[in-house]
């Protein structure tokens, strides 16, 4: 068996599917890819067990390939970059368990595996539901909330992203307990049916990287999984057996208090105040006044830090103290000129909403400084 690639072909496809490939496994196996044929072509699929990235792969050449076989990913992935750029590479099996990589003089020699012990997941049972969506709605949707997912939260059911998708709306929440991110957006998706899942961290920041722009997807959810098959590349994720909280009673709805103010000035204001803040908390004041904000913060060196902006507010002097990263990590999500921000009191968490953009709601506790 032989199979010839160019360079530029092998990379393209590993980029696909690297991020699931670990160094370090507690299983062998996970080390490498499977390189496997079927009636759409040659295909290189990876898995850690909780995620499974497939691509299409494109051979200049294929010799009697008769059945699949398994290479070490990330040993394959650094030998194609480190080949000259436009380089031919052959991948043959020679011995019991060995491949041959060779690319003019550069020759190497890897351990292969079972390719029938590579643990493949199944996705559909008998009440998966299929449907189709663009490919720019879900990304924009994982754009605006993938932030605020918890990380190695003991409510594993944060440690995610909650979507939710009818015929006529696609919307996401994620939330860590100190912040929440909703966003969605009007759809025309093949679907009669209401599909709720948790997508775990990892399953939406791979999605994310490995699904383009403006390409139609055929999506599978069954119970415990979903799969998003974008043509060239496919990806199945294990999902978060779990009820998501009542995400709509965190959204403040008795706010009485509107300042509006420009993103770009915001967001400069508060990193540069943000230098002199404490290093463990990153806390920073606001202090809304009449027509301005004013952004302070200070920390145990007792050093300071202040600057005033303008801002569109009349009403009552105020001040609240937030988590500097959750106010610009909203700001970074959003799209709009300018962001409003919706309080109660000095107690209660602030509603952001970019301007003119309903569908986008994101609430951030106070903190006390």
Same mark, same amino acid.
């Not at 440690?159 to 939710?164: D, E, H, P, S, T």
């Not at 999506?219 to 590349?233: E, L």
């Given at each position: 068996m032989k199979l010839i690639i160019t360079?530029?072909?092998?990379?393209?496809?590993?980029?696909?599917?690297?991020g699931v490939v670990e160094k370090r496994q507690s299983m062998p196996i996970l080390s490498h890819v499977l390189l496997k044929k079927d009636n759409d072509g040659f295909h290189v699929v990876a898995s850690d067990l909780e995620v499974q990235l497939s691509s299409k792969i494109n051979f200049e050449e294929t010799i009697d390939f008769a059945a699949d076989i398994t290479i070490p990913g990330r040993k394959l992935?650094?030998?194609?970059?480190?080949?000259?750029?436009?380089?031919?590479?052959?991948?043959?099996k020679k011995d019991e368990g060995k491949l041959q990589i060779e690319s003019k003089k550069s020759k190497f020699t890897l351990s292969a595996l079972d390719a029938k012990t590579f643990p493949?997941?199944?996705?559909?049972?008998?009440?998966?539901?299929?449907?189709?969506?663009d490919s720019s709605d879900l990304k924009e949707v994982f754009?605006?909330?993938?932030f605020a997912m918890a990380q190695q939260d003991v409510r594993y059911y944060l440690n995610g992203l909650f979507m939710k998708i009818?015929?006529?709306?696609?919307?996401?929440?994620?939330?860590?307990?100190?912040?929440?991110?909703?966003?969605? !957006?009007?759809?025309?998706?093949?679907?009669?049916?209401?599909? !709720?899942?948790?997508?775990?961290?990892?399953?939406?920041?791979?999605?994310?990287?490995?699904?383009?722009?403006?390409?139609?997807?055929?999506?599978?959810a069954s119970k415990n999984h979903i799969q998003v098959d974008s043509g060239d590349a496919m990806a199945i994720t294990k999902l978060i057996d779990g009820k998501f909280p009542d995400y709509e009673k965190v959204i403040p709805k008795d706010t009485d208090k509107q300042i509006l103010v420009d993103c770009k000035i915001f967001k400069e204001a508060l990193t540069r105040v943000s230098i002199l803040s404490n290093d463990r908390f990153r806390g920073v004041r606001l202090h809304f006044e009449n027509g301005e904000i004013k952004v302070s913060a200070n920390n145990p060196e007792k050093?300071?830090?202040?600057?005033?902006?303008?801002?569109?507010?009349?009403g009552d002097s105020i001040e609240v103290g937030f988590n500097v990263n959750y106010l610009l990590d909203v700001i970074g999500a959003i799209r709009t000129k300018n962001l409003q921000i919706q309080l109660k009191d000095s107690n209660s968490s602030a509603l952001l909403t970019p301007e003119n953009d309903p569908d986008s709601r994101y609430v951030v506790m106070p903190l006390r400084l």
């Amino acid at each position: 068996m032989k199979l010839i690639i160019t360079k530029e072909n092998l990379i393209k496809a590993l980029q696909k599917v690297i991020g699931v490939v670990e160094k370090r496994q507690s299983m062998p196996i996970l080390s490498h890819v499977l390189l496997k044929k079927d009636n759409d072509g040659f295909h290189v699929v990876a898995s850690d067990l909780e995620v499974q990235l497939s691509s299409k792969i494109n051979f200049e050449e294929t010799i009697d390939f008769a059945a699949d076989i398994t290479i070490p990913g990330r040993k394959l992935f650094d030998i194609g970059k480190g080949l000259p750029d436009k380089a031919l590479i052959e991948i043959e099996k020679k011995d019991e368990g060995k491949l041959q990589i060779e690319s003019k003089k550069s020759k190497f020699t890897l351990s292969a595996l079972d390719a029938k012990t590579f643990p493949l997941m199944e996705n559909k049972d008998e009440n998966s539901v299929e449907f189709s969506l663009d490919s720019s709605d879900l990304k924009e949707v994982f754009s605006k909330t993938a932030f605020a997912m918890a990380q190695q939260d003991v409510r594993y059911y944060l440690n995610g992203l909650f979507m939710k998708i009818s015929s006529k709306e696609l919307y996401g929440v994620a939330t860590d307990g100190h912040r929440l991110a909703k966003a969605g !957006s009007t759809i025309k998706a093949t679907t009669e049916d209401d599909v !709720s899942v948790i997508i775990p961290r990892k399953g939406v920041l791979e999605i994310d990287k490995q699904i383009d722009e403006n390409k139609e997807l055929k999506i599978t959810a069954s119970k415990n999984h979903i799969q998003v098959d974008s043509g060239d590349a496919m990806a199945i994720t294990k999902l978060i057996d779990g009820k998501f909280p009542d995400y709509e009673k965190v959204i403040p709805k008795d706010t009485d208090k509107q300042i509006l103010v420009d993103c770009k000035i915001f967001k400069e204001a508060l990193t540069r105040v943000s230098i002199l803040s404490n290093d463990r908390f990153r806390g920073v004041r606001l202090h809304f006044e009449n027509g301005e904000i004013k952004v302070s913060a200070n920390n145990p060196e007792k050093e300071e830090a202040s600057d005033d902006i303008k801002a569109d507010y009349s009403g009552d002097s105020i001040e609240v103290g937030f988590n500097v990263n959750y106010l610009l990590d909203v700001i970074g999500a959003i799209r709009t000129k300018n962001l409003q921000i919706q309080l109660k009191d000095s107690n209660s968490s602030a509603l952001l909403t970019p301007e003119n953009d309903p569908d986008s709601r994101y609430v951030v506790m106070p903190l006390r400084l």
